[in-house]
């Protein structure tokens, strides 16, 4: 890089905003996946204006590429600085900059952890669903640009459902603003969607304005096991077909109600089964009583081996915990873990756990499964032993038949993480080359000396 950009970067935001030794570097060098990748230069800007000016020193520096930094907890290689060059950190950009109460929406910086707004906006009765695991930790500008989601979604939806309109830097250092705080909003094309699960490659986002709605007063949780596994989906199935659809409605294989149990201590977790459903309803007091006592009886129908109800916050914490607990429990399969977070229709997920089944007798390794029945995503854990040569190459070619089964069933190669660096080279099993050169003429459209985060999707 020349150093020149370097002092440039200085004179405009001030050295202390500008951060160059290989010590520093290291922390922006990496994400969530086990890959890494050095940036030259770490730049935290405060504004939209400062980021244009720093688009506009990367065009002038020789096309120097830019790659948007949350938290870096992305399982994709999102916000890996792929070529080198700049790593925009918007740390400190996470103020809340307008509560619009009688519109119902919430603008504020990228920065913001999505933990910070709940608690912000709750306190003042207001509710921001989307929900990724990682919500404790992951930016709101991280989360827009992968549309995350979590448990919610099976009724609230993921992040793109929620954002209203947004202040973005383009590659040619325009300031941009989309969308509006309406509902309705037609006015040529919806670039504020098209952004959302953009993965960082179309511009870097300055101000997001989200819809936000009014806190449920209650909530309460049932954990539901079947032994016969197509019970269990009849169960469920029935349960996403009420008015009053369950607020989450998450699921565990054996291997990973069995792993949870070997680190997870309480009266709660002695589970029995192969298959657990996780349910919540939320709402007014008598409304989560009502849909309680239905999701019950629609449960019972189905023979469950094991039934608990509780609306204590302990014993919701305990539960929660131990759903958060799956993937670190997971390392007694295996020190190595592919993660895949495909989705697949709600209908054909018995399909898919028994082709899971059958990869995993093939290859002779463990393929464990949780994630969010309600809307088709499942975490497929494949399992393996960092020192095998031989298990890694197992383990790919589990991945490529995995992907390819979940887009032969309508599904799609990531319901949550994205394609980043992680999956590009899987595209193709579900587009074709006119689809692919569409999306590359897109970014060109918005980034054309492709600058913004060069090297992910395609
Ligand atoms: C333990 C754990 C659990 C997780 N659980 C979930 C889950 O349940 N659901 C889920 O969806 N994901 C999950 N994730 C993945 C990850 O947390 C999400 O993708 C999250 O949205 C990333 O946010 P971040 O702030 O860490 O972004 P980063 O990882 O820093 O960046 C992600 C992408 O966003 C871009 N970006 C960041 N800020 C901006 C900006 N202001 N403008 C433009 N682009 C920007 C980056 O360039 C990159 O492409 C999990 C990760 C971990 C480690």
Redesign the pocket.
């Known amino acids: 890089m020349d150093k020149k950009l370097i002092s440039e970067f200085e004179s405009l935001l001030g050295k202390d905003r500008v951060l160059s030794e290989t010590e520093e570097l290291l922390c922006y060098s990496y ?2 996946t086990s890959k890494d990748f050095m940036p030259e230069v770490v730049v935290f800007p405060l504004n939209a204006e400062e980021i244009s000016k720093i688009v506009k020193l990367c065009l002038k520096y020789n096309n120097t590429p830019i ?10 290689g ?2 890996l600085p792929l070529k080198g060059g700049v790593v ?1 950190s ?1 740390t400190k ?1 996470n103020r809340i900059l307008e509560l619009d109460e009688e519109n119902m929406f919430v603008t504020v910086e ?2 913001i952890i999505n933990a910070d707004l709940k608690s912000y906006l709750s306190e003042k009765g207001y509710f921001y669903p989307p ?4 919500y404790e ?3 709101i ?10 448990p919610s979604a099976v009724k609230y939806g ?2 793109k459902d929620y954002v209203a309109a947004l202040e ?1 830097i383009t590659g040619e250092g325009e300031i941009m603003h989309t969308g509006s705080k309406t509902v309705k909003n037609v006015s040529g094309y919806n670039l504020t969607q098209l952004f959302a699960g ?4 179309l ?4 101000k997001i304005t989200l819809k936000i709605l009014s806190k449920p007063k209650e909530k309460s949780l049932i954990l539901a096991s079947y032994d016969d596994i197509n019970k269990g989906f009849k169960a469920a199935i029935s349960l996403l077909k009420l008015r009053n659809r369950p607020s989450m409605l998450e699921f565990m294989d054996k291997f990973s109600i069995e792993s949870v149990k070997s680190i997870f201590k309480s009266d709660i977790i002695k589970i029995t089964g192969k298959f657990l459903f996780i349910i919540e309803a939320d709402g007014y007091k008598e409304e989560v009583e009502k849909s309680i006592g239905e999701y019950k009886k629609i449960l019972e129908e189905f023979s469950p081996v094991f039934l608990f109800a509780s609306e204590k916050s302990e014993d919701k914490k305990v539960i929660m915990d131990a759903r958060k607990a799956i ?1 670190p429990s997971l390392r007694k399969y295996g020190d190595l873990k592919i993660n895949n ?1 495909i989705a697949v229709p709600i209908n054909k997920i018995p399909e898919m756990l028994a082709f899971l089944e059958e990869t995993s007798k093939k290859y002779g390794i463990p393929v464990i499964n949780f994630g969010h029945f309600g809307d088709g995503n499942i975490h497929v854990n494949i399992m393996l032993d960092k020192s095998n040569a031989e298990m890694s190459e197992k383990g790919g070619k589990a991945k490529y038949d995995v992907l390819k089964k979940a887009v032969e069933l309508g599904g799609s190669l990531s319901g ?3 394609i ?1 660096l992680e999956k590009k080279e899987f595209m193709k099993l579900k587009y074709d080359a006119y689809y692919m050169n569409l999306l590359k003429n897109i970014k060109k459209v918005f980034d054309p000396q492709n600058i913004i ?1 060069p090297g ?1 999707i395609f």
Request: negative net charge; charged residues 15%; contains cysteine.
């Open positions: 994400d969530a790659v948007g930094r949350g938290s870096g907890s992305g399982f994709s999102g916000s925009v918007f950009m990228p920065g929900d990724p695991a990682s930790f992951s930016t500008g991280g989360n827009v640009a992968e549309c995350s989601g979590g993921v992040t973005v953009s993965e960082g490659t511009g870097l986002f300055s993937s977070d949550e993480h994205g980043g985060n992910k």
